[in-house]
């Protein structure tokens, strides 16, 4: 069965951030649930950036589920690209990237990326001076 991967952030009304939203998606409807970054204190708006990964009829029902939950979320329709090629691993990206998904291999002095960390902000995009950094936008 094939698998799917979104990245997207969801808010969650005050009321809702002590409920085991989450653990629900997970157990109810077998997805695997990354989470990226996370802004939640009990009885305030709470933030989340995550992963979710399962069937896209799973995906679409956890969605469902989220929506009934009062829970609003924004899909991601970009990813970050790092072309290679044009990277001559000055470090310059990686001074600018919150999430760590940037760093230098001090042993060979090579930028690796771990695109599981990524929060899509772009700070890399403007950072890098050769354009090794790009985003992408799919539908
Ligand atoms: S700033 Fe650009 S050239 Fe420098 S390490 Fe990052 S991607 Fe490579
Ligand atoms: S888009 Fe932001 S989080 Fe992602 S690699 Fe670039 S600086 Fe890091």
Redesign the pocket.
């Known amino acids: 069965m094939q698998l799917q991967k979104i990245k997207l952030f969801m808010y969650f009304p005050p009321e809702k951030t002590d409920k085991p939203i989450t653990y629900r998606l997970v157990k109810d409807y077998d997805l695997m649930f990354n989470i990226l970054q996370a802004q939640i204190q009990p009885n305030k708006k709470g933030r989340l950036m995550a992963e979710l990964e399962g069937t896209a009829e799973n995906i679409e029902k956890g969605l469902q589920y989220l929506k009934d939950q009062g829970v609003q979320y924004r899909i991601f329709n970009k990813n970050?690209i790092w072309h290679e090629e044009k990277c001559v691993h000055c470090g310059a990206?990686t001074a600018?990237?919150?999430?760590r998904?940037?760093s230098m291999d001090r042993n060979e002095w090579k930028l690796t990326?771990d695109h599981s960390?990524?929060?899509?902000?772009?700070?890399?995009?403007k950072?890098c001076p050769l354009n090794a950094?790009d985003v992408n936008i799919f539908l």
């Open positions: 970050i990206c600018v990237c919150p999430s998904a940037l990326f960390k990524c929060l899509i902000c772009e700070l890399c995009v950072a950094m």
